[in-house]
């Protein structure tokens, strides 16, 4: 396997909308500012794949627009994944791994305040016998939370506590966008959304993106002091059908870390994408994160949530951890789709 | 054999639609009766219509303004005549490329009080506005370019230049 | 670590049409799916990994579908993607999948492009009303009828050449059974005879709206070695995208579509296309795009690609066939339609194309494009390993 690192991260900063801006005038200045704190020439950059979605932007061919963002002329190599840009690194990765080109340029945006993103979501699922029935984002999410209350010693203040330290920790976070202390009972007394989740439990609204330049071997080491090594990636689906898998083990997470090496060694930082406080603590689980491990220093996807971004994001924030010396081995995870129905896993390195 | 069946599932989904910055320039130009291009300090192309207050070129944001006049060439075009959903034009009409003088891309729109059989490309067009009182952030506010009056310009001219540099 | 040598063990295709009302959206894949993976003699759980591509999810009303599919291509428990890049995804999917076996991720992928295109409405899902802006462009063809004309005038080229398309295509697709038209009366008179839609295109001299899937496996050198049939052996893949608003680009010529062609041309050894290149699969949704691209692709010098089209030369029986699957006019799922360029080379090289079959076709060029002209996949494939030689 060819080494290959994180050199640069750049995200703009999550709100709740950006009605001022359209989604090419939030990427702009992250792309430039990525490949411009990466010290990779332009030209060497030989490769470029973002992450998007036409129906998060209400429109076909969102991904186009990105093209109109970062320079590409002469011509690019470039693809798209209408998927989060978590998918697009990976698909970036593999093609460092032939040997041929050294570094790529990888980004993820949307906005989610233009629709109903829980109504969006929804579209996500089986056309003949799901969505017609409209199971928004947010039910289908406490269906998950409320077999696993049920069926595990989990509980609502856990759930809560999820959230109180994930806003906590955002304060440190210049680029988060649901941030400050929280009292655990003070929450618990809220009302329910969708029970058993509370507003709380649920990741905000974002509008954002972000990017990110990997580099390889040689290459990595002459731009960047200390590289965040991807030591290992790899990414699992498990059934759409939700009666089909056990909603309360993230069985894909386990599978996913297991082949990217992520047990091998201790985990410093893991930054997990879970939008929902419930989906951490199952996340938490699977992925058998002991003790000594931070999770989502950031404040994760319940401080910032901007959907085909996010997952990128949490690459990202593991990697800025590496290269910062805060940590020598981070895990970082992404998922796509109703509760947690697909999972990647990242396992990074300091040298 | 039993017929095929069939599932009909009406989706609506409703979104607030953000033009952006560079856009919004361009249509509250519209309102005020002028059509505003911005030069990008890189290549010092002037983009006009397009929107994304980018420069596709060079990657960074075009932020000088430049004030178009409403007279340019037909740069190419194709008669429509196929129905839609929504048209609220009659077929056949004119869809055309138009080059506005001093702009380094062309804006899209149609083109009336012509026969279609009469458009042709170095054509020169003007622009037909909304009376003032009615004028909005739109395209609309632009009702249709028609003939300029003046004699047609030399097309093979008007593309070498609208292509230099790329 | 380096490139590893990756060839195309199975192919298959669905029965395209307007409407396949017979099938689900699970269904359709299928069809494909399980054909590829019969031709490549093959089960589900010799896959290790799926790589699914389809154009905007506004074709079928479902948001980001490989989630709901994961069952039906056997996709549990293994890797999954899907790529989305405009009309040429078909290719780059394609291409997508075979970086995973080159760069030694996986030794099986199986990839699927699709459209259920019937399930919306296409002519909406391809530019529904954006606020501010007039809806000019009433399909595909508008935007594309602009450039045809600006070709026309550059390359003094006679009014009849894109009927000589429209006809040759239909014509070999007679010989398709997956194609979606079958125009056993079509002829340059019921060419001119239908009415134009937007000129200078006229209705027969466009591409069809179909629903269908097309799927392919993929495996390195050791288990293609073992194949029952022909591999076809992926001498290169390249993609190649240009910005839609660039002041300076030439649609009639993309610099995107030149430069992608040069790339996959320089991996396979190909310094002379014409010569070369045996037979051609080239993403050609209205006709006139046929003598484009031949000068896109460097088969003909600028300006004098029609003179292949009226020599005869693309024809079935031509010395350089071009679409004798009946390309993109007889069948456009869009989705899959770059994926059916890129199997139908890979069908021609492994001699499994049945009566569209071009006879010693050893070398075989898939082509697809989407956008604005902008998105440009390409792979060349061939009967032969690189280091054996032509």
């Known amino acids: 396997m060819r080494d290959v690192a994180v050199v640069s991260f750049a995200q703009a900063p999550s709100r709740r909308r950006v009605p001022e801006q359209n989604e090419v005038e939030i990427l702009m200045p992250v792309v430039a500012e990525a490949v411009e704190k990466s010290g990779v020439p332009r030209d060497k950059i030989g490769f470029t794949c973002s992450g998007s979605c036409d129906y998060l932007a209400g429109q076909p061919f969102a991904f186009v627009w990105g093209l109109e963002a970062i320079a590409a002329w002469p011509p690019i190599r470039e693809s798209h994944v209408e998927m989060d840009g978590a998918w697009a690194l990976y698909e970036a990765w593999v093609l460092l791994q032939e040997g041929e080109i050294d570094a790529a340029l990888v980004y993820g945006f949307g906005k989610s305040s233009p629709g109903s993103i829980r109504d969006v979501l929804a579209m996500q699922l089986d056309p003949y016998y799901y969505a017609p029935m409209w199971p928004d984002a947010v039910s289908l999410a406490a269906l998950q939370a409320r077999a696993l209350l049920e069926s595990t010693d989990h509980t609502e203040r856990e759930m809560a506590e999820v959230a109180a330290r994930s806003r906590r920790d955002a304060k440190a976070n210049p680029n988060a966008q649901v941030t400050g202390d929280f009292d655990v009972d003070q929450i618990l007394s809220d009302p329910y959304i969708v029970s058993p989740l509370r507003k709380h439990d649920c990741a905000p609204i974002s509008d954002g993106a972000a990017a990110v330049v990997i580099a390889a071997g040689d290459l990595a080491r002459s731009v960047?002091?200390?590289?965040?090594?991807?030591?290992g990636i790899d990414h699992r689906v498990?059934?759409?059908?939700?009666?089909?898998?056990?909603?309360?083990?993230?069985?894909?997470?386990?599978?996913a870390a297991e082949r990217a090496g992520a047990l091998n060694d201790k985990i410093d930082v893991a930054e997990l994408l879970a939008p929902f406080t419930h989906q951490e603590l199952i996340l938490r689980d699977s992925l058998n994160l002991k003790n000594g491990s931070a999770i989502n220093p950031s404040g994760g996807a319940l401080a910032a949530n901007p959907v085909m971004a996010a997952g990128l994001i949490r690459i990202g924030e593991a990697a800025a951890r590496i290269t910062s010396g805060a940590a020598d081995r981070a895990l970082a995870h992404a998922t796509s789709g109703p509760c947690l129905q697909q999972n990647l896993v990242c396992v990074l390195e300091g040298e | 054999m039993a017929e095929n069946m069939i599932v009909t599932m009406p989706i609506r989904l409703e979104y607030d639609y953000s033009p952006g910055a560079g856009r919004s320039r361009f249509l509250r130009g519209l309102e005020r009766g002028k059509i505003l291009g911005e030069r990008c300090h890189v290549c010092h192309k002037v983009y006009v219509g397009g929107g994304s207050g980018a420069c596709p070129r060079d990657g960074v944001p075009t932020e000088e303004v430049v004030e178009l006049p409403d007279v340019g060439t037909i740069t190419t075009f194709c008669v429509v005549n196929v129905p839609f959903a929504g048209a609220t034009v009659e077929i056949p009409y004119v869809s055309a490329s138009i080059l506005l003088d001093g702009a380094d891309i062309p804006l899209m729109h149609l083109i009336q009080e012509v026969n279609a059989?009469?458009?042709?490309?170095?054509?020169?067009?003007?622009?037909?506005?909304l009376p003032e009182a009615e004028r909005i952030p739109s395209m609309d506010t632009i009702k249709y370019f028609k003939p300029a009056g003046e004699p047609d310009a030399p097309i093979d001219e008007v593309l070498k230049r609208m292509r230099a540099d790329a | 670590m380096s490139k590893q040598l990756t060839a195309v063990v199975g192919i298959g295709q669905t029965k395209h049409d307007t409407k396949r009302d017979d099938v689900s959206i699970a269904g359709l894949v299928r069809e494909a799916a399980v054909r590829a993976l019969e031709d490549a003699d093959m089960t589900w759980s010799d896959i290790d990994a799926v790589v699914v591509g389809k154009a905007p999810d506004m074709f079928e009303g479902v948001m980001m579908p490989e989630l709901?599919?994961?069952?039906?291509?056997?996709?549990?428990?293994?890797?999954?993607?899907?790529?989305?890049?405009?009309?040429?995804?078909?290719?780059?999917?394609?291409?997508?999948?075979?970086?995973?076996?080159q760069a030694g991720i996986h030794e099986r992928v199986l990839t699927v492009a699709f459209e259920k295109q019937s399930e919306s409405n296409a002519m909406w899902a391809l530019a529904p009303k954006i606020p501010f802006q007039p809806t000019l462009v009433a399909g595909a063809g508008g935007y594309f009828a602009p450039h045809i004309r600006e070709y026309i005038r550059r390359a003094n080229a006679p009014e009849h050449i894109g009927r000589e398309v429209a006809v040759k295509d239909r014509v070999s697709a007679l010989k398709n059974p997956y194609a979606h038209l079958h125009m056993p009366d079509i002829s340059m008179e019921t060419v001119l005879q239908s009415p134009i839609l937007w000129d200078p295109i006229r209705f027969l001299e466009c591409c069809p709206s179909s629903d269908g899937a097309c799927a392919m496996v993929m495996t390195n050198e050791r288990v293609a070695k073992s194949a029952s049939k022909p591999p076809a052996w992926i001498l290169g893949t390249a993609i190649r995208s240009e910005p839609l608003g660039m002041a300076g680009r030439d649609e009639v010529n993309p610099r995107a579509g030149l430069d992608c062609a040069k790339d996959v041309y320089e991996q396979a050894g190909i310094t002379d296309p014409r010569n070369q290149i045996d037979v051609v699969e080239m993403y050609v949704p209205f006709s006139w795009y046929e003598p484009m691209w031949l000068e896109n692709l460097g088969f003909a010098d600028e300006g004098t690609g029609w003179k292949l089209t009226d020599d005869g030369v693309t024809a079935l029986d031509g010395s350089l066939p071009v679409n004798p699957s009946g390309g993109v006019l007889s069948s456009n799922p869009i989705g899959a339609s770059g994926m059916l360029r890129f199997a139908e080379a890979a069908m021609q090289v492994r001699g499994t194309a049945g009566e569209h079959q071009v006879d010693g076709a050893r070398v075989a060029l898939g082509h697809a494009y989407g956008g604005g002209s902008q998105f440009f996949a390409m792979w060349v494939v061939s009967s032969t390993k690189p280091s054996e030689g032509p």
């Open chain 2, 117 to 129: 059989e009469d458009v042709r490309m170095g054509m020169r067009v003007r622009a037909e506005w």
């Open chain 1, 224 to 231: 960047s002091e200390r590289p965040a090594w991807i030591r």
């Open chain 3, 68 to 101: 709901y599919l994961a069952e039906a291509l056997g996709a549990v428990g293994k890797p999954l993607l899907r790529v989305h890049t405009a009309g040429s995804v078909g290719g780059s999917t394609a291409v997508v999948a075979a970086h995973l076996v």
């Open chain 1, 238 to 255: 498990e059934p759409h059908s939700l009666g089909a898998r056990d909603l309360t083990a993230s069985v894909s997470t386990a599978v």
